[in-house]
């Protein structure tokens, strides 16, 4: 198991393997400063209450936002009951004991901070588990689609195609910065066809955010 940077991606092996895309939270120090002092103001003037809102603004646009789920369609229906269906939004929530130590301690963001940039792998969820039979050439593929989505035609037709445009679309859509991103790749030998049947159960266990499930 070996781990690649964005810029790393040319020396991933040319052999069959699988491999997850993760991506790094930042908050950068000019946001963390920004919202520190606005915590500090808002207490003062308006009370803890706006401050807290503009926590939750601040964590919803510096880290959430590039983990919400797509909508899911559902429906609910009964024997003889009025038939309801729509888009049911991802709505990431935080609990009022969590804003009211950061509004009463603003420090501690610096911390949130820090642990959130370490957190991939070791504590993060991959967006994107795939799998080939030259992981250099693949994962190259993703870069450059990533890099370069909007200027290429939409995929002819193989469902590979298919998927490695969804993944750069929707990275590119969530504004994620290609720079935090990074693989973790793994060779796998034993029977041909073995990193397929790895791939397919990781997908399952894992479920990742812009993944095939």
Known sequence: MAIYSWHEIGDVPAAPGVYAWYYTP????????????????????????AAKDAVRDFLDETVF??????PYSAQLRGPLKPRYEGQIEHRPTLSESLLDR???EPARLATIRTVLEASAPNFASPIYIGMSERLRTRLAKHKALIERYGELPDPGGSEEEQRDHSFAKEVRARSIP????FVVAKVISGPPGT??????????????????N
């Not at 930042?26 to 103001?41: G, V, Y």
């Not at 990193?195 to 095939?212: C, F, K, S, T």
């Open 26 to 49: 930042e908050i950068t120090a000019f946001d963390l400063d920004r919202i520190t002092s606005e915590i500090h103001e808002l207490k003062a003037d308006r009370g803890a209450s």
């Open 178 to 181: 290609p720079s935090r991103l």
């Open 195 to 212: 990193y397929v049947d790895i791939e397919n159960i990781l997908n399952r266990i894992h479920y990742p955010l812009l993944g095939r």
């Open 65 to 70: 936002r590039y983990f919400r789920e797509q």
């Open 102 to 104: 950061i509004v009463e």
